[in-house]
């Protein structure tokens, strides 16, 4: 690792925005080690936040792999994210009026084949048009989806939803009772204020060991598209659709596979979060979540997996922060309040940096390419893997 | 009717009684012409003569309403563009087509067909594979830059180079695509005298080491240095097909230019 041998020069390596982004998720990060200490944020609470935001960040990449990537404009987030939870819930809620009972891991892969099939029912009418009617037909899909979660109580148990959703890591051997069988543990940093890491600490850890397995994944694999020629032939679709067919690219197919990957990283926040909220419900399908996840990719800077990933996080820190004010007397209520706010970071956004916070900058060549073909450009793949680690805390 | 049937032992693009009509226009009015192997054949005809309409139903951007193309021998006729572009016919555009957020060897890199790296799955099954046709495609577009005098661009974005540059740009990447006929149109609108003195040259160094020409252009002087046969276009059909020399001086060419009408 560059990075380890050389703090300095790999920081030096960085733009100004990154530097900036570096600086402040440090400052955040001992922010929040600060909070906990003193015992304003339970470390629970805190873990929970954490998978939200590996949660945000997993919708952000799946859009960031369709939007960032391919420039379709998906706006049924929201559906596929809804299949992913509700894919994995009716496998294995208790209460679900059709099967039940199953593993996760079926859980996970029937979500995954319905979010596939999902894909690819509204890809293959609307791909081979213009781009603006993926827009119209998703749009109407995201209504489609949820009415019939609300409305076919057979299938989904409509608006009361599905309870009794085992966690993630039920049945698996160690990691079922490792909660359990982790002692309490009580720290005392400062004095006065200790800090308790009982089962539900554990169990809130195993959660975010789970959606850290999926965002790393999710991750590896778009960073490794994005570089290839693979992840080339998508960006010159986004540029210019018709170069892309002149060239010899089959633009179609180019256009299915980024979108049904996109989705199924998708499909994946919603089976992680039917897993860490143990209960979904018909309202886990409001177009809002689409609202976010759009706000995240912008934000972060549309292609720029980094930039979804720090997108992500923001989202959860406006939409989880605004509820510590409620113990500030404010003119307004919190929850407009929250609204507000992302309107006004978007609004800033565009205006000042109508790119995104971390838009992708260095000329993405497969990395090996590059350093054998003895061109002076330094490879950023350390500087990269810094910053993931950081902003993963 | 189609005087440009001048006899063609070895065509590598043949267009037989092609139309296209746009509601009660037509755009291509039963045109017939080929194109030989080894030539740098120009395409001519004044504003409206649907030279680009043509360029777009040969390229499988239009689907034509009659008739056949066939490059190669292998016929074309209705497949998508990018079959066509698999059958070794390449185009150009009228504009140079801006490829956002990459570098000018980035953007060359979109040129080279069939890339091992361009299969999703090959990416993770077989890595190493990606990163040698990637090294090596790699070295082969600084190579052609070199070749077109323009490999200190390399790393520059693709968006900041100047309009002559990015035509230079584009015909390098075409070449990367490996094409055995490959389709200009108005590679010099545009450009700058030095510029296009250039462009020509490459054209010429490109079609002696073995491709085969075909280009739209309005600069007569350009076209009438450069091609030969010339093929003149008026009102969707051929009007007649001959050197340079014989066209310049046909004067139905002058009167189709004059706007007499056919």
């Known amino acids: 690792?560059?990075?380890?041998?050389?703090?300095?020069?790999?920081?030096?390596?960085?733009?100004?925005?990154?530097?900036?982004?570096?600086?402040?998720?440090?400052?955040?990060?001992l922010f929040l080690l600060v909070a906990m200490l003193t015992g304003a944020l339970g470390p629970t609470y805190f873990l929970f936040l954490v998978g939200l935001a590996g949660m945000y960040a997993l919708l952000s990449f799946g859009l960031n792999a369709q939007w960032g990537f391919t420039g379709l404009i998906n706006f049924s987030v929201a559906a596929f994210f809804g299949i992913g939870a509700y894919g994995t819930a009716l496998m294995t809620a208790s209460g679900s009026p059709i099967a039940g009972g199953f593993s996760p891991l079926v859980g996970l892969a029937v979500a995954l084949v319905v979010a596939l099939a999902l894909a690819l029912l509204i890809g293959i009418p609307t791909l081979r048009l213009r781009a603006d009617y993926l827009a119209i037909a998703s749009l109407g899909l995201a209504e489609v989806v949820r009415l019939i979660v609300l409305n076919e109580r057979w299938l989904t148990n409509g608006s009361a939803g599905l309870r009794g959703?085992?966690?993630?890591?039920?049945?698996?051997?160690?990691?079922?009772?490792?909660?359990?069988?982790?002692?309490?543990?009580?720290?005392?940093?400062?004095?006065?204020?200790?800090?308790?890491?009982?089962?539900?600490?554990?169990?809130?850890?195993?959660?975010?060991?789970?959606?850290?397995?999926?965002?790393?994944?999710?991750?590896?694999?778009?960073?490794?598209?994005?570089?290839?020629?693979?992840?080339?032939?998508?960006?010159?679709?986004?540029?210019?659709?018709?170069?892309?067919?002149?060239?010899?690219?089959?633009?179609?197919?180019?256009?299915?596979?980024?979108?049904?990957?996109?989705?199924?990283?998708?499909?994946?926040?919603g089976v992680f979060y039917a897993h860490l909220n143990l209960y979904v419900g018909p309202g886990d399908l409001d177009p809002i979540t689409t609202f976010y996840a759009w706000v995240a990719v912008i934000l972060g800077g549309s292609g720029s997996n980094r930039g979804a990933l720090f997108g992500g996080i923001v989202i959860v820190t406006i939409?989880?922060?605004?509820?510590?004010?409620?113990?500030v007397a404010l003119p307004i209520d919190p929850a407009p309040l929250r609204l507000l706010l992302i309107g006004v970071v978007i609004v800033a956004v565009m205006r000042y940096r109508p790119q995104g916070v971390l838009p992708p900058q260095r000329e993405l060549i497969w990395p090996s390419a590059v350093d054998g073909g003895g061109t002076p450009e330094t490879p950023d793949s350390g500087v990269r893997e810094r910053k993931g680690g950081d902003d993963d805390e | 009717m189609s005087e440009g049937a001048l006899p063609k032992e070895d065509a590598v693009l043949r267009v037989d009684d092609l139309q296209k009509s746009f509601g009660g226009l037509a755009a291509t009015d039963h045109a017939t012409f080929a194109v030989e192997r080894g030539t740098i054949t120009g395409l001519i005809g004044p504003n409206g003569a649907g030279k680009s309409t043509l360029f777009n139903l040969i390229s499988g951007f239009y689907e034509p309403d009659g008739g056949t193309v066939e490059v190669n021998g292998t016929d074309v006729t209705g497949m998508e563009p990018y079959e066509v572009a698999e059958q070794g016919l390449i185009r150009t555009f009228q504009t140079p087509r801006k490829l956002e957020?990459?570098?000018?060897?980035?953007?060359?890199?979109?040129?080279?067909?069939?890339?091992?790296?361009?299969?999703?799955?090959?990416?993770?099954?077989?890595?190493?594979?990606?990163?040698?046709?990637?090294?090596?495609?790699?070295?082969?577009?600084?190579?052609?830059?070199?070749?077109?005098?323009?490999d200190h661009l390399a790393t520059q974005p693709?968006?900041?180079?100047?309009?002559?540059?990015?035509?230079?740009?584009?015909?390098?990447?075409?070449?990367?695509?490996?094409?055995?006929?490959?389709?200009?149109?108005?590679?010099?609108?545009?450009?700058?005298?030095?510029?296009?003195?250039?462009?020509?040259?490459?054209?010429?160094?490109?079609?002696?080491?073995?491709?085969?020409?075909?280009?739209?252009?309005?600069?007569?002087?350009?076209?009438?240095?450069l091609a030969d046969p010339i093929v003149v276009l008026d009102q969707g059909h051929v009007l007649t097909e001959g050197t340079p020399e014989g066209v310049r001086n046909d004067q139905r060419v002058i009167d189709a230019y004059l706007g007499g009408g056919a």
């Open chain 1, 319 to 327: 939409r989880e922060g605004t509820r510590f004010l409620n113990d």
């Open chain 1, 165 to 269: 959703i085992p966690g993630f890591f039920d049945g698996w051997p160690v990691l079922s009772t490792f909660p359990e069988a982790m002692p309490g543990l009580r720290l005392v940093v400062i004095p006065g204020s200790p800090v308790i890491l009982e089962t539900a600490f554990w169990q809130a850890a195993l959660n975010v060991l789970l959606v850290l397995a999926f965002a790393g994944a999710a991750y590896f694999v778009l960073r490794r598209a994005h570089r290839s020629p693979w992840g080339r032939v998508l960006r010159t679709i986004r540029s210019d659709e018709d170069l892309a067919r002149a060239l010899g690219k089959n633009t179609y197919s180019f256009k299915m596979q980024s979108f049904v990957l996109g989705s199924l990283i998708m499909a994946l926040a």
């Open chain 1, 1 to 29: 690792m560059s990075l380890l041998d050389d703090p300095k020069a790999a920081f030096a390596d960085l733009s100004r925005p990154e530097r900036w982004v570096l600086g402040v998720s440090v400052a955040f990060v």
């Open chain 2, 101 to 150: 957020g990459m570098t000018v060897r980035e953007a060359m890199l979109v040129g080279p067909r069939k890339q091992p790296g361009e299969s999703f799955l090959t990416l993770f099954t077989s890595p190493g594979t990606v990163a040698e046709s990637e090294s090596a495609n790699l070295a082969e577009a600084e190579r052609i830059l070199e070749d077109f005098e323009i």
């Open chain 2, 158 to 225: 693709a968006t900041d180079i100047s309009g002559g540059q990015m035509k230079l740009v584009e015909l390098a990447r075409a070449m990367l695509a490996e094409p055995e006929v490959l389709l200009l149109d108005e590679p010099v609108a545009g450009v700058n005298p030095t510029l296009a003195k250039k462009l020509k040259e490459q054209i010429r160094r490109l079609n002696e080491q073995g491709t085969t020409f075909l280009l739209i252009e309005h600069d007569m002087e350009f076209v009438m240095d």
